[in-house]
């Protein structure tokens, strides 16, 4: 059985990387489950000419109808549903994306905060030593940042940080946002075409 994925999605700038991500591990036929801070709702609404509703249900709904999948490919779970598999180690054994990263999601993950079902879904990724992969969209960073990301690391989570590569030759926005979704298909090692491995075409 395929593992699904769960792609967090917090209040740091860069939604349309995680809506990316999503469309295409959907297209690659793979399962996703879905959850969605506060502030990525204010976000997505800034960035994007999408506005989610306010509940889990109908953001679910929602997001189905968007990426025009079934309710068993596409499931969100609130904030606050501690019953949700991602909230204990026996449960969901699937990898964990949380794109974009804010820098507080961050600092709470690092200090074992579990304040809501974000920062327990990643508590438990890493007692379990499950994949979690962390996409921080912040510039400049500062010191308390690159503390919570070695912190981080050295527990075994990817810092994957948007900051787009330019060797392709991107000619659009969706060129550079696809370079990002391609490095984090890469770490959860499913095949993409987004972007050509380096030195492939040389």
Same mark, same amino acid.
């Given at each position: 059985? =395929? ?10 700038? *860069?939604?349309q990387y995680a809506l990316r991500l999503a469309e295409v591990l959907l297209a690659a036929g793979r399962d996703i489950d879905v959850i969605v801070s506060k502030a990525a709702q204010l976000v997505i ?26 309710? $068993?490919?596409? +499931? ?17 054994? *699937? ?9 507080? =999601? ?5 200090? *074992? ?25 912040? =510039?400049?960073?500062?010191? @308390?940042?690159?503390? &919570?990301?070695?912190?981080? =690391? +050295? ?16 000619? $659009? ?10 490095? @984090?298909?890469?770490?959860?090692? @499913?095949?993409? $075409? ?7 075409? &040389?």
């Amino acid at each position: 059985m =395929t593992e699904r994925i769960c792609i967090a999605v917090t209040g740091a700038s *860069g939604s349309q990387y995680a809506l990316r991500l999503a469309e295409v591990l959907l297209a690659a036929g793979r399962d996703i489950d879905v959850i969605v801070s506060k502030a990525a709702q204010l976000v997505i609404a800034t960035e994007t000419e999408l506005s989610l509703p306010g509940n889990s249900r109908a953001q679910a709904e929602f997001l189905q109808q968007y990426f025009n999948v079934g309710e $068993s490919r596409l +499931r969100v779970f609130g904030r606050e549903d501690w019953m949700a598999p991602w909230a204990s180690g026996s449960g969901q054994p *699937g990898p964990l994306v949380i794109c974009p990263c804010s820098t507080g =999601t961050l600092s709470a993950i690092a200090t *074992g905060a579990s304040n809501n079902l974000i920062e327990r879904a990643a508590d438990v990724a890493l007692k379990e030593r499950r994949r979690l992969i962390l996409v921080p969209r912040e =510039t400049p960073y500062s010191e @308390i940042h690159l503390q &919570n990301m070695l912190t981080l =690391t +050295r527990m075994g989570a990817v810092i994957l940080p948007a900051s787009p590569g330019f060797y392709h030759q991107p000619q $659009s926005v969706q060129e550079l946002i696809d370079f990002i979704v391609a490095r @984090i298909l890469n770490q959860l090692g @499913i095949d993409q $075409s987004l972007i050509p491995a380096w030195g492939k075409d &040389n």
